[in-house]
């Protein structure tokens, strides 16, 4: 079974529209972090936003916040009030922390924002 | 603000010879990691390292792969024999708590 799953392929967005990716993780360690990543068209790898695993509140960093439904194993990613410059590929990513110190990516997403 | 940082940037060579990638993680980083990501796939772990020995590797992560950390700073992956099928982005990460961070990669062509 996949660790990540990311379903959405590709996503379009009108601008300063809200939009929501999303992931579903598959581990048995009761322990482990999900990360979201951004990586642009020239190929970098931005860190975006992390949930531990026993974090009560869902994450927030400026205009990203993670949904995290630990009963569903999701943990979407939204993007409120999207920017031209928000366009780009969204990895999902999780580390199990007990199990080894290995990070599972998802195959990503392509988000468009239009103007 | 303190960043992972990967040389070359980019690196072309023939297949059979032996190709090292430098990457300096953030100083007061404790975890480690290679990955790499085949054009236009997602992006998969190679190892992971923590105190001066490997951690954590993939099935990729074969006889053909070994990382070292030789000075304190530098953290290296070297590919023995390259194959055709090693032409990739290699990425190097390093953790501290919740936050990793990715180098710029260096993008390896074997011909």
């Known amino acids: 079974a996949q660790k990540i799953t990311q379903t959405q392929p590709g996503m379009f967005v009108q601008e300063k529209e809200a939009v929501t990716l999303d992931c579903t993780y598959d581990?048995?360690?009761?322990?482990?972090?999900l990360f979201w990543y951004k990586q642009p068209s020239s190929g970098e790898m931005i860190f975006l936003i992390y949930?531990?695993?026993?974090?009560?509140q869902n994450a927030t960093e400026g205009r990203y916040s993670l949904n995290f439904q630990k009963a569903r194993k999701s943990a979407n990613l939204v993007i409120s009030a999207s920017q031209l410059g928000d366009s780009a590929m969204y990895f999902c990513?999780?580390?199990?922390?007990?199990?080894?110190?290995?990070?599972?990516f998802g195959t990503g997403t392509s988000l468009t924002v239009i103007p | 603000e303190p960043e992972v940082t990967q040389t070359p940037s980019h690196q072309v060579t023939q297949m059979g010879q032996e190709v090292i990638l430098r990457c300096v993680p953030i100083?007061?980083?404790?975890?480690f990691y290679w990955y790499r990501q085949i054009l236009g796939q997602k992006v998969e772990f190679l190892v992971s390292?923590?105190?001066?020995?490997?951690?954590?590797k993939s099935e990729i992560f074969d006889d053909q792969f070994s990382v070292e950390r030789p000075d304190g700073s530098n953290f290296t992956l070297k590919i023995r024999s390259t194959k055709l099928e090693d032409s990739a982005m290699y990425f190097c990460?390093?953790?501290?708590?919740?936050?990793?961070?990715f180098g710029p990669g260096t993008r390896l062509t074997v011909l």
């Open positions: 990460a390093s953790t501290v708590g919740g936050e990793q961070f």
């Open positions: 581990t048995s360690d009761p322990s482990y972090g």
């Open positions: 949930q531990g695993s026993y974090d009560q």
């Open positions: 990513a999780m580390r199990e922390e007990y199990t080894g110190n290995q990070f599972y």
């Open positions: 100083s007061n980083h404790l975890y």
């Open positions: 390292f923590y105190n001066n020995e490997i951690s954590e």
